[in-house]
C-alpha cells in the first residue's frame, strides 16, 4: 500500500469546503444586512438635515411604529436582543438553543429597522448571530450534530464579522478568543475558510478600501511611549465604567414599567433630537471615526460628543433592542483617544503629528479593555484601518487598558450579558435551593483553573468564593486558587451528587 494513500485524510478539506460554504452564504446574508442600514441611515439622515416640524411629527410617528414592530419580533424571538454574541456563545456551550431560521429573519428584519433609524448601535453583534444562524442552517442541511455542528456555528460567526468589518483574521481570532474558547485545528481551519468566504463576497459589494480608512505619517516614538500607559489606564478606567454602568440599564429600564420586548420606545424618540441637531452622529460610528481623518472636532467638541455617545449608547443598547456594542465602543475609543490626545497637545506634551496614532491606537485599547480579547482589539483595528506598522504600541495600549480593567474586577462584557441570561435558566432547575461549599486543597486538579474553563454540573450555580478574609464575586476570567472555598448553589435532593461531580472533576473533598 502507497504510505501517501495510508494517511490520506480528507476530514480537514472537508471542513475547509464547508466552511468556505458558510462563509459564502454568511458574506451574502451580511451585505445585504449592510447594504441595508447604510441606506437606511442615509434616508433618516436626509430627512432630519431637512429640518421642522413635519419631520419631527414624521419620526416620532415612524420611531414608534418601528420599536412596536421590532417589539413584536422580540416577543416571538426574544433571542434576538442585543448583540446576538452572548446568545451565539451559550449556544457553543450548549447552554442555549433556538431555531435558526426564527433567528436568521428575524434578527436581519429587525436589525434594519433599529440601525437603519440611526440608533447608536453597531452592526457587528447582529452579523455574527447574523452568520451563526447560516452555520446552523447549513449544519443542519448536512446532518451534522455535536462537535462538528458546534464548528459549523462558530465558523458563521467568524464570517459574520468578517463581512461586517472587512476583517477576516479578526474575526477568525475572536471566535477563538472570545466565543468558542478552542484553539484546535478543526475549529480554526474551518472558521478562516468561512472567513475568507464571506470577506470575499463583502469586498465584492463594498470594495477594498478599509472600513476605517484612518493614517498617520510617523510611527510614535519610544520616548512617548509614557503616553500609553497613561492612555491605557483611562481607558481601563472608562471601559470598566463602560461595563458596569450597561450592566445596569435592565434595572434601570425595568423601572419605567415598560414591557421589556416594548422599550426600544424610549431610544426611537430620544434619537430625534440628535438627529435634528446633528444627523452626522446617528449610527454605531463608523462615520465620526472616518470623519476624524479629515478633521479633528475642537477639545471642547469632543467631550461633548463623548458624554453624548457614552450616554445614548447605553440608551440604545439597554433598551434589548437587536443592535451590537462592538462599533460604538470602537467609537468611544476614539473619542477618548482624541480627547486625551488634543488636550497632551494644548500643553506642549504631545506633538500635533502623533494625535491620530493615539485615536487609532484608543479604539483597540478600549474594545481590549471592555471585551477582554487584545488579540482580536489589535488584528481588528489593523484590518480595518489597514495599517500594518507600529503594532508594538498599540499591543502595549491594549495590555494596560486590559489589565486596568482586569484589576478592578471587570469581567469579558459578552461573558457577563450571557450570565445574565443563563442565571435565571440555572436557578428555575433549582426547587428547594441549598448551599454547598466546596474546598479547593493544594494540588487539586482545581487550583488555576478559569471558572470558565471547568465543567459544572447542570442546574448549579457558583454563587462566591470565599478567599481567605475576602469574598470575590466570580466571573469566567477567574482563577481559582488553592484554600479558596467554593460556594454552590444546587438542589437540597442534588446536593451529595454534585458534591461528588465536583470532587470528582478535581477537588479533594467537600464539605458544607
Known amino acids: 500500500m502507497n504510505p501517501a494513500k495510508r494517511y490520506l485524510d480528507p476530514t480537514r478539506l472537508r471542513f475547509v469546503l464547508q466552511g468556505l460554504l458558510v462563509g459564502v452564504a454568511t458574506g451574502g446574508v451580511v451585505s445585504l444586512f449592510r447594504l441595508s442600514i447604510e441606506k437606511g441611515l442615509a434616508l433618516v439622515q436626509g430627512l432630519y438635515r431637512h429640518g421642522g416640524l413635519g419631520v419631527v411629527a414624521l419620526m416620532l410617528v415612524v420611531g414608534v411604529a418601528l420599536a412596536v414592530v421590532i417589539g413584536l419580533l ?295 479593555g471592555i471585551g477582554k480579547a487584545p488579540f482580536t482589539a489589535i488584528l481588528l483595528i489593523t484590518e480595518m484601518v489597514g495599517n500594518l506598522t507600529n503594532l508594538m504600541a498599540m499591543a502595549v495600549l491594549s495590555l494596560v487598558a486590559y489589565v486596568v480593567v482586569d484589576v478592578l474586577g471587570g469581567a469579558p462584557i459578552y461573558e457577563s450579558l450571557l450570565a445574565r441570561m443563563t442565571k435565571p435558566e440555572a436557578l428555575a432547575g433549582i426547587h428547594h435551593m441549598d448551599r454547598l461549599e466546596v474546598p479547593v486543597f493544594a494540588g487539586s486538579a482545581l487550583e488555576g483553573v478559569l471558572v470558565r474553563d471547568f465543567a459544572w454540573p447542570k442546574h448549579t450555580l457558583l454563587m462566591s468564593i470565599r478567599r481567605g478574609s475576602d469574598t470575590v464575586l466570580p466571573h469566567g476570567d477567574t482563577v481559582i486558587r488553592a484554600g479558596d472555598t467554593l460556594v454552590v448553589l444546587t438542589d437540597s435532593s442534588r446536593r451529595a451528587e454534585v458534591g461528588a461531580q465536583i470532587a470528582a472533576k478535581g477537588a479533594q473533598g467537600a464539605t458544607g
Open 74 to 368: 422580540l416577543k416571538s424571538e426574544p433571542n434576538i436582543s442585543g448583540s446576538g454574541i452572548p446568545q451565539v456563545e451559550g449556544q457553543l456551550q450548549g447552554e442555549l438553543e433556538f431555531s435558526w431560521w426564527s433567528v436568521l429573519w428575524k434578527k436581519f428584519v429587525a436589525g434594519v429597522l433599529g440601525l437603519g433609524a440611526g440608533l447608536f448601535l453597531g452592526r457587528e453583534g447582529p452579523s455574527i448571530q447574523l452568520g451563526a444562524a447560516v452555520g446552523q442552517g447549513v449544519a443542519a442541511g448536512f446532518h451534522r450534530k455535536g462537535s462538528d455542528r458546534r464548528i459549523m456555528i462558530a465558523a458563521g460567526a467568524a464570517g459574520g464579522l468578517a463581512a461586517a468589518f472587512n476583517a477576516p483574521i479578526a474575526g477568525t481570532m475572536f471566535v477563538l478568543e472570545e466565543v468558542y474558547h478552542n484553539f484546535s485545528p478543526l475549529v480554526w481551519i474551518t472558521s478562516l475558510a468561512s472567513a475568507i468566504g464571506a470577506n470575499f463576497i463583502s469586498l465584492n459589494v463594498f470594495g477594498e478600501v478599509p472600513v476605517l480608512h484612518l493614517v498617520y505619517t510617523k510611527s510614535l516614538p519610544v520616548e512617548l511611549y509614557w503616553h500609553l500607559l497613561l492612555l491605557g489606564a483611562v481607558l481601563g478606567l472608562m471601559g470598566y465604567l463602560y461595563q458596569r454602568v450597561l450592566l445596569a440599564m435592565p434595572a434601570i429600564y425595568a423601572k419605567t414599567r415598560i414591557p421589556r420586548a416594548f422599550q426600544g420606545i424610549v431610544p426611537f424618540v430620544l434619537v430625534i433630537p440628535i438627529g435634528l441637531y446633528a444627523p452626522s452622529l446617528l449610527g454605531g460610528g463608523n462615520g465620526l471615526i472616518i470623519a476624524m481623518g479629515d478633521q479633528i472636532p475642537a477639545l471642547a467638541a469632543l467631550c461633548g460628543m463623548l458624554a453624548l455617545r457614552f450616554v445614548f449608547s447605553m440608551v440604545s443598547y439597554g433598551s434589548g433592542l437587536p443592535g451590537g456594542i462592538f462599533l460604538p465602543i470602537l467609537s468611544l475609543g476614539a473619542v477618548i483617544g482624541a480627547v486625551y490626545a488634543l488636550a497632551m497637545a494644548q500643553i506642549g506634551w504631545l506633538p500635533r503629528v502623533y494625535v491620530m496614532n493615539l485615536i487609532i491606537f484608543s479604539m483597540a485599547g478600549y474594545f481590549a
